[in-house]
């Protein structure tokens, strides 16, 4: 069973930097896509950003281009998410997915991201 | 950016009753390629129901998805008093993905 698991949230001020990370495991890793979702408190699901199994092709929301990174590291089995340049309405809990193609077919259980002064 | 509008926005039903949620695409979702989702609170969101219709593991029959192009619908046949939650849906066609805002289920 593929076991998905988001760290590195946490309280953060506007204007800061946060890198979350999602180990993955139980699975061959590298033919996967990944992905990251936010969920605001009791707001619906949001997409924010993708990337292929070789690394090569990234696509992001555009209220995040420009100011998250996606990235991983097959031999780690990590998918990461370089935050900047934070906002008050980047707080939410941030989700790691993975799937065979651009669905998603096992989730993590989210990292909350709080951005307040 | 295909905008997905979910409807309605609450549901409130009883137990044993059947429940119909659509989701509506601004343009065609290529292949079908719509997905449905729960929610429970505090959770992560479980795959019900993807390519529009087809049900992911392990989903009871209880659940059905249907439509094509711009207009989807999720089928709950006879509601367990498990089934209340939310649901959302997705389109993986196209970037930027995109999610519906949900709908709440309700017990009546």
């Known amino acids: 069973e593929v076991q998905l698991v988001e760290s590195g949230g946490g309280l953060v001020q506007p204007g800061g930097s946060l890198r979350l990370s999602c180990a993955v495991s139980?699975?061959?890793?590298?033919?996967?896509?990944a992905q990251w979702v936010r969920q605001a408190p009791h707001k619906g699901l949001v997409w924010l950003s993708l990337?292929?199994?070789?690394?090569?092709?990234?696509k992001y929301a555009d209220s995040v281009k420009g100011r998250f990174t996606i990235s991983r590291d097959n031999a780690k089995n990590t998918i990461d998410l370089q935050m900047d340049s934070l906002r008050v309405e980047d707080t939410a809990v941030y989700y790691c997915?993975?799937?065979?193609?651009?669905?998603?077919?096992?989730w993590g259980q989210g990292t909350l991201v709080t951005v307040s002064t | 950016e295909i905008v997905l509008t979910q409807s309605p926005g609450t549901l409130s039903l009883s137990p044993g009753e059947r429940a119909t949620l659509s989701c509506r695409a601004s343009?065609?979702?290529?292949?079908?390629?719509l997905a449905w989702y729960q929610q429970k609170p505090g959770q992560a969101p479980r795959l019900l129901i993807y390519?529009?219709?087809t049900r992911a593991t392990g989903i009871p029959d209880r659940f059905s998805g249907s439509g094509s192009e711009t207009d989807f619908t999720l089928t709950i046949s006879r509601l367990e008093p498990e089934d209340f939650a939310v649901y959302s849906c997705?389109?993986?066609?196209?970037?930027?993905?995109?999610f519906g805002q949900g709908t709440r289920l309700d017990i009546k």
């Open positions: 997915l993975v799937g065979a193609g651009w669905l998603p077919d096992h």
């Open positions: 990337i292929r199994s070789d690394g090569a092709d990234v």
């Open positions: 390519d529009a219709s």
């Open positions: 139980g699975s061959t890793f590298n033919p996967r896509w």
């Open positions: 997705q389109q993986y066609a196209y970037s930027p993905l995109t």
């Open positions: 343009q065609t979702v290529g292949k079908n390629y």
